[in-house]
């Protein structure tokens, strides 16, 4: 995979991300539009993985990066979701290979509340850390 599709797949994924993170916050657990969510997030990964045992995603200095991939404009577009992060205290994710939905549905929730238990909420998934 050239570079230029390894930077369009990292700025779809974080889009994907932060659009299951609104679904999550609009909408309850199983709703269509929220699950729908989650299942493209999940596509989004897989398709990563096929690289790459494993995927970072966060953030460095000003800038959103997935994998080594700094998000262009990420700041401007994807503002709510890095302030998200740093108010979590979440630096990085990590998702590695095999990531299950119910895993990354656990991550979105935890993502979506947003409060200091946000990285109790994140521990023991054997696949995101």
């Known amino acids: 995979m050239n570079a230029v599709n390894r930077a369009r797949l990292a700025d779809d994924l974080v889009r994907r991300l932060a659009a299951a993170?609104?679904?999550a916050q609009l909408y309850a657990v199983g709703h269509p539009l929220a699950a729908r969510s989650i299942a493209a997030l999940a596509e989004g990964l897989a398709l990563i993985h096929v690289a790459?045992?494993?995927l970072a995603i966060g953030i460095v200095g000003d800038d959103l990066v997935v994998?080594?991939?700094p998000v262009p404009r990420a700041a401007e577009n994807m503002g709510e979701l890095m302030r998200r992060l740093q108010r979590s205290g979440v630096e990085r994710i990590v998702v590695d290979r095999g990531v299950d939905v119910a895993e990354i549905t656990r991550l979105v929730q935890a993502l979506a509340a947003g409060d200091t238990d946000t990285?109790?909420?994140?521990?023991?998934m054997p696949h995101i850390r």
């Open 21 to 23: 993170i609104r679904g």
């Open 52 to 54: 790459s045992p494993s």
């Open 67 to 69: 994998g080594e991939i």
């Open 119 to 124: 990285l109790a909420a994140l521990t023991g």
